[in-house]
């Protein structure tokens, strides 16, 4: 993603060196150039504070190993080189030397306790709380994240809970607190390049730093195995300068409104109300008596969430973050955009010309079938019928018409 | 019953009717010599460690096959050979099969076959009891893979992380069968590991003391005290799971106010012990290998000693380091961290011995050597990885990796797998008198390692640079660019993946090309590579009863100090060899023991074992079932009761305490 | 083909079935149909394996045995089971007039009684020899005896033990138990170390213990229990009116003793000055006044009392439906027909509360918020926990936001 500094560059790479070393002596050629570029996940690219602290604590420890390793497979290699049979005669019967294996037991013992001591005081950096700039919740359950912004002083002043899902939007310099928890099983939150994983528990609450240093689009994966579709549990933080952070707030709780009479869109708002709303909640969305409609996933669906589409067209991804709501074309032009620009690009949301039809549609039309869920409802008695995940909803081609464009004025 | 040695005063002379007395009717002990009958019934632990072995090694390539099929999977972006259900099954089942079908049992084989032998025993305590361990694995094995057939196997990973475990969660019986499959698994394991400590501490041949005995069986003593431990916790963990998921129990679920994070204190208090279960025999196999083939004792055995003693006893305090992103807190995280640095300590200071044994020796690259050797350097790796995760920062980014991944196959399959090859190559004369062939070994040698090393070193990258385990799919936006981007990397574990599969199909050619009907490969020679423990002062394979003689032990290396001598003078040592090893072995013969006694065959301790999977289907489909097991399984505990103390066949010298009986040596 | 055993149980597997038949031809009660079948069948494989055995007993189809056998000829030793299984007779129909446990002695009397009979009977005709039959009984009822008795003993003593600790109070177990633990842990420690002591002793020790806590159970169970309250849960239910009060109900002093409350979840705290403060994993975000809890998720929730009174908290749901009113108001209706209790009536809300907690205490409180805060339009709807005084006012109260 990010351009790396020079000096990261080299260190890295001879650190990568001797890890294929160790590793792989028979690809070692290919390992010297040999690792991905601008992997999304890569944990020695770090983009924040949280991630550099544990980078330059891995780089002595790799150094070490390393070192270590070459120590240890040079003496072997001496040894088979040295003392193959080549008729000498029989050597000496000596059951060791006490005192060299003391000091070959301590020198090891030593080595660890000068790596334990920086480890324990990362450690405790990595925990501290008290710098919180910003706290945002997030929710896992099967298969998706959900994220809110609790009323709160902090991520430059927030009077309105906004909630989102897949997509965690934040400023870029700020100290980020996620409190995390689950719904159902454990989740583990992981942005590789802005921290480590921490697993999200039912039941618990547990935190862990978030800070980005540049603007950018930081993926992550749920690391803790959670069952069918933990694959396609995915996540981002999109980070962004503090003006369009606050344009993407005051966005999100912008006052809903109905799309105009008559038109397909508006076609589209009754078929949500009919097929969506009993579990996926549009925050203003009214029916036709005038009744504010509140989603019931808790009597839908087993986790008792489903994500809230208020805002759906401005993330660039859906379930579970697992799909790109924006085109191949389009969503170039986030992704890889400048630092400088990606808050703006991002703020553009999802247009009809680069709404990824093919996808939404697939989705649309039979959920289950696109991303493996519970939702057989010959399977479901252990669960009172209801399914973990979207179910197939049999939706015709034109109610599926009317839902897209209704969806697309979602922003 | 325990075999207890009779003194040889009063040697059968002549053999009086069987009076109706003295023998209890139709329960008599089987008899059988040959045939299928002889191994089933057999209580020998020769053969029951030969079957520990085979049908180790079926579950061993059934692992394999669910091994490759994953790599098949992940080969490329997208994989479609399996679903998400099935492949979450698949890793599920591959890593229950490795750890508890595969490594564990092979382990056990070769701590069964040759314990006894390296102590001067001649079978072990509770021959019966080692039956049943024998047979209570291999109906639990089945047990668990019959869940292919009846709705799928268990998904929820080997760990089986609550509530993910959950009835709810995981609908099917797949992980009903894994929890009392392993309930199963988990008796014969506790049964053999009181066996073998009982036998190690009471039957020793005279003169071994402890520190004389040989590494392989104190290795072998440490990972069956650790079984003793580890074994009561993972049971107690599946049965709480077992009343979870069949009962209605609510021990982790979250609604009833229960913490999810007991299943994980209470699986990796069993799970870490476990690692080290599965590789001290292995370091113990090696241990033996590396002074044999340098023509030198052990370098620092005292040492080798209390270091596998040392990492079985603090493998108990380390288990959280498997949770340190399980938001334990950071005081715990980091009290657990240093712990798990200590760890490395005594294993550094194997490696530092197993070099130094090889220092200043005389090397002999056999394939057992190479496989010992490429233990040496596959294990330096997999510990080295092993202290970057040690390190709770770092290891928040690597656990769930492919990092991991890499990490423990290397400890596990580097540190194991390839240990139990060394030991395979090493003892095969032993075992079955002929020698594996040393070509088809050393192709088998370096197809596994060039195969294990593509398969695993290319994980350590695509760990780090950001995938998950356990995933059915991967995808191309997150594998990077370039040319060796992560798709390049999956591409090559899994060419890696048949590599290795096709070094281990060497070695199943090796077996056949060595004992196919018609096989033209001489009998091995008694002491075909210059051994220096107990286990060669006797013919090859063994005979029943093991020894002509017991022998008496004066030295750690009794067999070479039997063969060579010191006659140098003062500090200069030269050894002459005096004696062969078909000498040595002549020399022992020629004073056999009289009236040795062994303990006879057993139907009972199969038909034990075979009531219990029965249970276990009870508790899944019908309580009936549960009774037909219960009702079996009385039976047999009453039939082992009942039945006489040894086979008819045997010459019978009743005495006047009307206690034990004397068989005499059929060839003295 | 058949031997005598088998000829016996066969014959009293025919007998059970005929009874069975007979017992559901002329009753209607299906128990002791269940039972004489269940007696048919089990009868009739021990009488197959019995065959398949040939009573255990080579000399049973050796005919030349049979007729040199001196069993025949000798008559057999003395035994006691006839009069045990006749006292087992007559404590049976002294049952049967008075007291049922007398009955289910008599018949458990009986039928060891029998069985015993019947294998000693079935032994002595092994042989001529009585060491001998003695050893072929105890090879076929050993393996019976030695588990049955064995777990009825510890049963026996696990039993009174409990019943003298729970006579005792609750400091004085602790104080028993160590006790106890430490004089076997010496005298274990005194055998180790004295190999010569004399088997008897040992034997004669032990028996002496076993008496005792089998004596002083039998003194503590006459004597009765210590008062034991039960501890309300957090699912008390609402309708009793519970959670609206502030002093009935019991305090549950280890509840801050387990390990969830020390786990990371929320708390609600009452402090001194009767507020309501809570506390989050982090930091509580800055100008927040309402905990945010997710929606749908099972929570923890960790109620300390820093007050100086006996408090619970109290979650406050809605106001019930007419349909769960009608049910509450039966439910209670019907509860306190039987214990004459109308000390309050149904409440008009759906909530949920811990138990009274002690000054300084703790305990957890799980559930599941189903409905977003948006969903309750007024202010006086708004989601809140609050802590009730005596009378169900609410004295602190603390708003709750699910997004």
Not at chain 1, 38 to 56: L, R, Y
Not at chain 2, 337 to 353: D, E, F, Q, R, Y
Not at chain 3, 70 to 83: D, L, N, R, V
Request: charged residues 15%; proline residues 5%.
């Amino acid at each position: 993603m990010q351009a790396v500094t020079p000096t990261t560059t080299v260190k890295s790479v001879t650190s990568r060196v001797r890890i294929a070393r160790l590793s792989a002596v028979a690809v070692l050629a290919a390992a010297v150039a040999g690792c991905a570029q601008d992997a999304p996940q890569d944990t020695w690219d770090p983009a924040g504070p949280n991630a550099q602290k544990i980078h330059s604590l891995d780089n002595v420890v790799y150094a070490i190993a390393g070192v270590v390793g070459v120590i240890v497979f040079a003496v072997l290699s001496v040894a088979f080189w040295k003392f193959r049979d080549r008729g000498q005669p029989i050597p000496e019967q000596s059951h060791g030397k006490p005192a060299l294996e003391i000091v070959l037991t301590i020198i090891p013992a030593m080595i660890l306790i000068g790596v334990a001591i920086p480890s324990v005081s990362t450690l405790m950096a990595l925990n501290k709380t008290d710098d919180t700039e910003c706290i945002i919740n997030v929710t896992g359950q099967q298969w998706w994240w959900e994220v809110d912004y609790p009323v709160q002083e902090g991520c430059g002043g927030i009077d309105e809970p906004i909630v989102t899902s897949g997509q965690m939007v934040i400023e870029a310099g700020t100290k980020v607190l996620v409190r995390g928890t689950s719904r159902d099983v454990i989740h583990s939150w992981w942005i590789p390049r802005l921290n480590g994983k921490r697993d999200m528990v039912p039941g618990r609450v547990h935190t862990v730093r978030l800070e980005a240093d540049e603007p950018g689009i930081y993926a992550g994966q749920c690391t803790e195995f959670c069952g069918l579709s933990h694959a396609n549990m995915r996540m981002e933080v999109v980070a962004m300068e503090p003006d369009d952070f606050a344009a993407w707030k005051a966005n999100q709780v912008e006052a809903y409104v109905a799309p105009e009479e008559g038109t397909l869109a508006a076609e589209g708002e009754s078929t949500f109300v009919a097929q969506c709303s009993r579990c996926h909640q549009v925050d203003g969305l009214t029916d036709n008596d005038g009744e504010l409609v509140i989603a019931r996933p808790d009597q839908n669906v087993w986790s008792g969430a489903a994500p809230n589409l208020t805002n759906l067209m401005t993330r660039n991804t859906f379930a579970g973050a697992s799909w790109d709501l924006l085109s191949n074309e389009c969503r170039a032009d986030v992704w890889e955009a400048d630092s400088a620009d990606v808050g703006a690009a991002y703020l553009e949301g999802v247009s009809e010309s680069c709404l990824n039809e093919v996808e939404l549609r697939e989705w649309l039309r039979n959920a289950p079938a696109k991303k493996p869920m519970y939702t057989d409802p010959e399977s479901l008695e252990e669960t009172n019928g209801l399914p973990r995940g979207m179910p197939y909803l049999a939706l015709s081609e034109d109610q599926i018409d009317q839902l897209i464009a209704y969806l697309l004025e979602r922003k | 019953m325990a075999i207890i040695e009779r003194p040889t005063e009063s040697p059968a002379t002549e053999a009086p009717a069987p009076s109706a007395s003295t023998s209890y009717g139709y329960l008599r002990r089987p008899v059988e010599t040959k045939g299928w009958r002889s191994w089933a019934f057999t209580v020998d632990h020769k053969k029951i460690g030969i079957m520990y072995g085979a049908v180790a090694l079926f579950f061993f390539i059934i692992g394999g096959l669910e091994a490759g099929l994953i790599r098949l999977q992940l080969a490329g972006p997208d994989g479609t050979i399996l679903s998400a259900d099935k492949y979450n099954q698949m890793f599920t089942m591959h890593a229950t099969t490795m750890v508890f079908l595969f490594v564990m049992p092979m382990a056990a084989a070769f701590a069964n076959y040759f314990i006894p032998l390296q102590i001067g025993a001649r079978d072990v305590a509770f021959p019966r009891l080692n039956a049943l361990s024998l047979w209570t694995f291999v109906f639990g094995g089945i047990f668990i893979n019959t869940s292919w057939i009846l709705g799928g196997g268990a998904d929820g990973g080997w760990f089986m992380y609550a509530p993910n475990s959950s009835v709810p969660f995981s609908p099917s019986n797949g992980i009903d069968f894994w929890t009392l499959g392993l309930l199963i698994t988990g008796i014969a394991s506790l049964v053999g590991a009181i066996n073998l400590i009982v036998t190690v501490l009471n039957m020793r041949a005279p003169g071994m003391t402890m520190m004389k005995m040989p590494i392989f069986t104190w290795m072998g003593f440490v990972t069956q005290m650790l079984l003793l431990f580890a074994m009561p916790v993972i049971t107690v963990a599946l049965f709480l799971l077992m009343f979870q998921r069949s009962f209605g129990a609510t021990f982790f679920s979250v609604e009833a106010g229960a913490d999810p994070l007991l299943w994980q204190h209470l699986f990796w208090i069993f799970g870490h012990p476990e690692v080290y279960i599965i590789v001290l025999p292995a370091f113990g196999i090696v241990s033996e290998v590396l002074p044999v083939f340098s023509k030198k004792p052990l370098f620092g055995y005292p040492f080798v000693v209390f270091s596998g003693a040392a990492i079985g006893f603090v493998g108990f305090g380390v288990w959280a380091h498997h949770m340190f992103a399980s938001g334990l807190g950071p005081v715990s995280v980091a009290v657990f961290s240093v712990a798990t640095m200590a760890i490395a300590v005594p294993t550094g200071v194997k490696i530092i011995n197993w070099t130094l044994t090889m220092w200043g020796g005389k090397l002999k690259f056999t394939t057992a050597m190479l496989f010992a050797v490429g233990l040496i350097v596959e294990f330096t790796i997999g510990g080295l990885s092993g202290v970057t995760h040690a390190i709770a920062p770092s290891d928040t980014q690597q656990t769930d990796t492919y990092y991991i991944v890499a990490h423990f196959h290397y400890v596990i399959f580097g540190g194991g797998v390839v240990g139990l090859f060394s030991g395979m190559y090493y003892w095969w004369p032993k075992i079955f008198g002929k020698m594996l062939s040393e070509t088809l070994g050393k192709w088998n040698f370096w197809l596994m390692m060039i195969g294990m090393n593509l398969t695993f070193g290319p994980m350590h990258i695509i760990g780090l640079q950001g995938q998950p385990r356990r995933m059915y799919v991967w995808t191309e936006y997150r594998a990077g660019e370039g040319f060796f981007n992560l798709g390049f990397w999956n591409l090559v574990a899994t060419i890696g993946t048949f590599v290795l599969a096709i070094g281990v199909f060497f070695f199943l050619i090796n077996i056949w090309v060595t004992h196919r009907p018609g096989s033209k490969t001489p009998p091995a020679p008694a002491d075909p590579w210059d051994a220096r423990s107990l286990e060669w002062i006797t013919s090859s394979p063994p005979k029943e009863y093991n020894f002509a003689r017991t022998p008496v032990v004066s030295d750690l290396d009794e067999f070479f100090h039997r063969k060579y001598e010191d006659v140098g003078e003062g500090d200069q040592h030269e050894y002459v060899q005096h004696m062969t090893g078909e000498e040595v072995i002549q020399n022992e013969e020629d004073n056999a023991d009289l009236n040795i006694h062994l303990p006879a065959p057993s139907y009972w301790p199969m038909v034990l074992a075979f009531s219990l999977p029965v249970l276990a289907y009870g508790v899944i489909y019908s309580t009936l079932l549960i009774l037909a097991g219960a009702a079996i399984a009385t039976m047999a505990m009453f039939g082992w009761a009942l039945e006489p103390a040894d086979a008819p066949q045997s010459d019978y010298d009743p005495t006047d305490d009307g206690g034990e009986t004397s068989k005499e040596l059929a060839n003295v | 083909m058949f031997t005598t055993g088998s000829k016996l149980l066969i014959g009293s597997s025919v007998l059970a079935t005929v009874a069975a038949i007979v017992y559901g031809v002329s009753q209607t009660e299906a128990l002791g149909i269940v039972g004489l079948i269940s007696a048919a069948i089990a009868l009739a494989s021990i009488a197959a394996f019995n065959v398949w055995a040939r009573d255990s007993n080579l000399s049973a189809m050796d005919t030349t045995a049979v007729a040199t056998s001196e069993a025949a000829t000798e008559p057999p030793g003395a035994s006691i089971w006839p009069m045990v299984f006749a006292l087992g007779g007559a404590t049976l129909l002294v049952g049967l007039v008075t007291q049922q446990t007398f009955f289910t002695a008599g018949i458990v009397i009986v039928l060891a009684a029998g069985a015993q009979w019947m294998v000693q009977a079935w032994a002595e005709g092994a042989s001529a020899d009585g060491a001998v039959n003695a050893e072929v009984r105890n090879r076929l009822a050993n393996p019976l005896e030695y588990p049955l008795v064995g777990a009825v003993a510890v049963g026996a003593i696990a039993f009174s033990f409990s019943r003298v600790m729970l006579w005792l109070s609750k400091t004085n177990t602790v104080i028993a138990f160590g006790v106890l633990a430490t004089l076997i842990a010496c005298v274990a420690f005194f055998f180790a170390f004295r190999p010569s002591v004399k088997r008897g002793a040992i034997s004669g020790a032990l028996a002496l213990g076993a008496v005792a806590i089998v004596a002083g159970g039998v003194a503590a169970g006459v004597d009765g229990e210590r008062d034991i309250h039960e501890h309300e849960t957090t699912a008390t239910a609402a309708a009793e009116g519970l959670c609206a009060t502030g002093e009935e109900g019991e305090y549950d002093h280890d509840a801050s003793q387990t390990v969830a409350t020390k786990s990371s979840t929320y708390t609600v705290r009452l402090t001194a000055a009767g507020a309501l403060e809570f506390d989050v994993p982090g930091p509580i975000e800055v100008g927040a006044e309402a905990l945010v809890l997710p929606r749908s998720s099972p929570l923890n929730i960790v109620f300390r009392n820093d007050s100086d009174d006996d408090r619970r908290l109290t979650y406050d749901f809605r106001a019930l439906t007419e349909d769960e009113l009608a049910e509450a108001e039966a439910a209670k209706e019907e509860e306190s027909h039987g214990a004459g209790d109308e000390s309050h009536g149904a409440s008009e809300r759906l909530q949920q509360c811990t138990t009274l907690v002690e000054s300084g205490g703790a305990q957890l409180l799980t559930l599941v918020i189903p409905e977003p805060s948006i969903s309750s339009s007024n202010d006086a709807e708004a989601f809140r926990f609050f802590v009730p005084d005596a009378e169900g006012k609410a004295i602190a109260d603390l708003e709750v936001m699910v997004p």
